[in-house]
């Protein structure tokens, strides 16, 4: 079945360190990815999403590239801020199937300034 | 622009009672979807709907129902409500490749 495996956390960098948060998935077909922010206290917010190889989505500094040969979708920032600090969820959506998401576990990351 | 509404934010439940949480989106979407969160364990479907008096069971549905009368609304019952239920809720509404788009969530006590 489809499946997503995120890197596990918690992950702690300094401001202005790189960020890089594994993503990895199992699925047939051609399934959309997409990465989620949580912040303390709040729902989950769309960050970023690819609905096709190779395409790359971005925003807020984020970026992740979708990676067909590798399976992969990992998160990646230049620069983290102590804003930044909140947990990201890697998820997928099957072929044909563009609403039900298929959830990693989560990763944790923590700023420090 | 609303998005996706939950209520109550707090709750605190006797075990045995029974509640239920409300969720209302005002995007037009066709799909919804409930989900618990506990530490560790990420986002578990509780139940979902693909439209108005259409539901499905998730991955967790066991002492949960829901229904779905309208587009905009789709409360999650708790039948009697049990320490294991103790968690985070979200409600979820989608449509097409956008994404989901989440509510604030519900933090919910049974004691």
């Known amino acids: 079945g489809n499946s997503v495996t995120q890197m596990e956390g918690p992950v702690t960098l300094s401001e202005e360190a790189f960020l890089t948060i594994n993503c990895t998935y199992t699925?047939?077909?051609?399934?959309?990815l997409f990465w989620y922010v949580q912040y303390p206290g709040e729902g989950l917010q769309l960050l970023l999403k690819?609905?096709?190889a190779d395409d790359k989505g971005s925003n807020k500094g984020f970026e992740a590239t979708y990676r067909k040969e590798t399976t992969s979708f990992h998160l990646e920032k230049g620069s983290v801020q102590v804003s930044d600090s909140a947990v990201y969820f890697c998820?997928?959506?099957?072929?044909?199937?563009?609403?039900?998401?298929?959830w990693g576990l989560g990763t944790s990351l923590a700023v420090n300034p | 622009n609303a998005g996706v509404t939950q209520t109550p934010k707090f709750q605190v439940l006797k075990t045995g009672q029974s509640m239920t949480l409300q969720c209302a989106q005002d995007?037009?979407?066709?799909?919804m979807s409930w989900y618990r969160q506990d530490p560790g364990m990420g986002l578990r479907l509780i139940h979902y709907?693909?439209?108005?008096?259409?539901?499905d069971q998730g991955e967790v549905p066991n002492g949960y129902n829901v229904s779905r009368s309208t587009t905009e609304d789709f409360p999650l019952r708790l039948l009697s409500a049990a320490p294991s239920q103790t968690s985070v809720y979200f409600c979820?509404?989608?449509?097409?490749?956008?994404?989901?788009?989440f509510g604030q969530g519900t933090r919910l006590t049974v004691v």
């Open positions: 709907s693909v439209g108005a008096g259409i539901t």
């Open positions: 690819a609905t096709k």
């Open positions: 995007m037009n979407h066709e799909y």
């Open positions: 699925a047939t077909g051609y399934p959309s």
């Open positions: 998820a997928l959506s099957a072929t044909g199937n563009n609403r039900k998401l298929i």
């Open positions: 979820a509404s989608s449509t097409g490749g956008l994404g989901a788009f």
